[in-house]
């Protein structure tokens, strides 16, 4: 009795022992597709593992003398994909790892079935239990390592088309149903057991080759979305810095014009002085100045490439019945960003900031602000900036923001974005070289 007990209690800590090196190596390949865990990551490996050993109690205390295989091994996969819960990402990129995964260990339960059948009719070898368990487990970690490999890391959230999708659903569909198809099939049939063993065996195996190319279609789908991303970003970058070269270059065409025509103003409005034209001078002088308040400048920090962005988002605002306060402090003549990282952050900031502030454009409503503070203090840049927002969780980033997190990163900078009482902050630091 003692002996039985003791051999009970070695082969649940020979199971739990596994269990949990499937539980890590499954963290291992799920922080490789996915990236960083959340962090609930242990309390939900935790939960798993309580969950693992509840249910190998279960199963001990209803299992038969002779009629025990996989038990717990059959539900660890399904247990680790709980841990789909701790990571981010979208919903169809988690159930097409999590439907793929099941289905790749479904597979390899057919495939091991045959092996232990073929092995115990053609070869009359009984393999004990625990050897089962252990070359079930060796195999299963080197297919998800296998997995790990072939799929490479997947840790953006590119956009895939609902019809992509539905084309990895649909196959990965269809070999589950093929397999679960064929068994009935295989027993029916009227050939030799042995035979019967090896071509489901063959079918088994073709079917996990072919879920293994599964993850390389996904991984190739997965580049093309990237560099598709990035294509976008490049295209919406070029418009960018076109718009704002031409804008900046008609700026500089007016001013130019208006300092050429300064001479002549003055000569006039001397000339009706001198006269005592009074009213006409006064007039004058009222439509000259009207010509120079269509050309404002709203901030002046003498760095013309930040001036040029700010004076012609600010005056878009305006514009728009929008007040901008800013608070700049930074150095004349101060190159820390180029022009066309310059653009990039301020103009897809300051558009996704009116963007927003014009939700609460109503007749009788106070005037929507947006503040921008931009501090410039040994060798950084500090940028703060918030605006109205009616959403109350922070929706991800679409190409706009993509393009500034990729700026900030370029600086080794941190970006931070969050909604607070009704306003979406923004805050930038970017270190100098």
């Given at each position: 009795m003692n002996f039985q007990f003791a051999a009970l209690a070695l082969n649940f800590m020979f199971d739990i022992f596994l269990y949990a090196v499937t539980l890590c190596v499954f963290t291992a390949l799920l922080n490789r597709i996915f990236g960083k865990p959340g962090p609930y990551l242990?309390?939900?490996?935790?939960?798993?593992?309580?969950?693992?050993?509840?249910?190998?109690?279960l199963f001990?205390?209803?299992?038969i003398q002779g009629s025990r295989f996989y038990e717990l091994s059959m539900a660890e996969v399904p247990l680790c994909l709980f841990l789909l819960l701790s990571y981010s990402g979208s919903r169809q990129k988690k159930l097409f790892f999590a439907f793929s995964l099941f289905t790749l260990t479904v597979f390899y339960l057919f495939c091991l079935n045959d092996l232990t059948n073929l092995l115990h009719h053609g070869l009359n070898r009984y393999l004990p239990f625990y050897q089962i368990q252990l070359f079930y487990h060796i195999f299963l970690w080197l297919i998800l390592f296998l997995c790990q490999k072939l799929s490479g890391s997947f840790e953006e959230n590119i956009f895939l088309p609902p019809s992509l999708w539905g084309f990895l659903f649909g196959i990965s569909g269809a070999l589950l149903l093929i397999a679960l198809g064929f068994l009935p099939l295989v027993v029916s049939s009227s050939i030799g057991y042995n035979r019967k063993m090896f071509l489901h065996l063959g079918l088994?195996?073709?079917?996990?080759?072919?879920?293994?190319?599964?993850?390389?279609?996904?991984?190739?789908?997965?580049?093309?979305?990237?560099?598709?991303r990035e294509a976008a970003l490049?295209?919406?970058?070029?418009?960018?810095?076109?718009?704002?070269?031409?804008?900046?270059?008609?700026?500089?065409?007016?001013?130019?014009?208006?300092?050429?025509?300064?001479?002549?103003?003055l000569r006039t409005a001397a000339a009706l002085y001198a006269q005592g034209k009074g009213q006409e001078l006064e007039n004058y002088l009222e439509t000259s100045q009207k010509e120079l308040t269509d050309y404002e400048n709203f901030v002046m920090t003498g760095n013309p490439c930040l001036d040029?962005?700010?004076?012609?988002?600010?005056?878009?605002?305006?514009?728009?019945?929008i007040c901008c306060l800013t608070q700049l402090t930074v150095p004349e003549n101060c190159v820390f960003l180029d022009f066309s990282d310059t653009v990039t952050i301020f103009g897809n900031l300051l558009d996704n900031a009116v963007a927003s502030s014009m939700d609460f454009l109503a007749p009788g409503a106070p005037v929507p602000e947006i503040r921008l503070s931009l501090i410039y203090q040994e060798g950084n840049l500090l940028l703060h900036m918030d605006n109205p927002c009616r959403a109350r969780q922070k929706p991800p980033y679409g190409i706009g923001m993509k393009n500034v997190e990729s700026r900030v990163e370029k600086y080794q900078g941190t970006l931070v974005t969050e909604i607070r009482e009704g306003r979406y902050y923004t805050d930038i630091l970017l270190y100098g070289s």
């Amino acid at each position: 009795m003692n002996f039985q007990f003791a051999a009970l209690a070695l082969n649940f800590m020979f199971d739990i022992f596994l269990y949990a090196v499937t539980l890590c190596v499954f963290t291992a390949l799920l922080n490789r597709i996915f990236g960083k865990p959340g962090p609930y990551l242990k309390w939900i490996q935790g939960g798993l593992f309580l969950a693992g050993i509840f249910l190998l109690i279960l199963f001990v205390l209803i299992s038969i003398q002779g009629s025990r295989f996989y038990e717990l091994s059959m539900a660890e996969v399904p247990l680790c994909l709980f841990l789909l819960l701790s990571y981010s990402g979208s919903r169809q990129k988690k159930l097409f790892f999590a439907f793929s995964l099941f289905t790749l260990t479904v597979f390899y339960l057919f495939c091991l079935n045959d092996l232990t059948n073929l092995l115990h009719h053609g070869l009359n070898r009984y393999l004990p239990f625990y050897q089962i368990q252990l070359f079930y487990h060796i195999f299963l970690w080197l297919i998800l390592f296998l997995c790990q490999k072939l799929s490479g890391s997947f840790e953006e959230n590119i956009f895939l088309p609902p019809s992509l999708w539905g084309f990895l659903f649909g196959i990965s569909g269809a070999l589950l149903l093929i397999a679960l198809g064929f068994l009935p099939l295989v027993v029916s049939s009227s050939i030799g057991y042995n035979r019967k063993m090896f071509l489901h065996l063959g079918l088994m195996l073709l079917l996990l080759g072919l879920n293994y190319c599964l993850f390389a279609l996904y991984k190739r789908f997965y580049l093309y979305g990237a560099k598709a991303r990035e294509a976008a970003l490049t295209r919406q970058q070029l418009e960018y810095q076109e718009k704002y070269y031409r804008e900046y270059l008609h700026t500089t065409g007016e001013i130019r014009r208006l300092r050429h025509d300064m001479r002549n103003h003055l000569r006039t409005a001397a000339a009706l002085y001198a006269q005592g034209k009074g009213q006409e001078l006064e007039n004058y002088l009222e439509t000259s100045q009207k010509e120079l308040t269509d050309y404002e400048n709203f901030v002046m920090t003498g760095n013309p490439c930040l001036d040029t962005v700010l004076n012609l988002k600010l005056q878009e605002a305006k514009q728009k019945n929008i007040c901008c306060l800013t608070q700049l402090t930074v150095p004349e003549n101060c190159v820390f960003l180029d022009f066309s990282d310059t653009v990039t952050i301020f103009g897809n900031l300051l558009d996704n900031a009116v963007a927003s502030s014009m939700d609460f454009l109503a007749p009788g409503a106070p005037v929507p602000e947006i503040r921008l503070s931009l501090i410039y203090q040994e060798g950084n840049l500090l940028l703060h900036m918030d605006n109205p927002c009616r959403a109350r969780q922070k929706p991800p980033y679409g190409i706009g923001m993509k393009n500034v997190e990729s700026r900030v990163e370029k600086y080794q900078g941190t970006l931070v974005t969050e909604i607070r009482e009704g306003r979406y902050y923004t805050d930038i630091l970017l270190y100098g070289s």
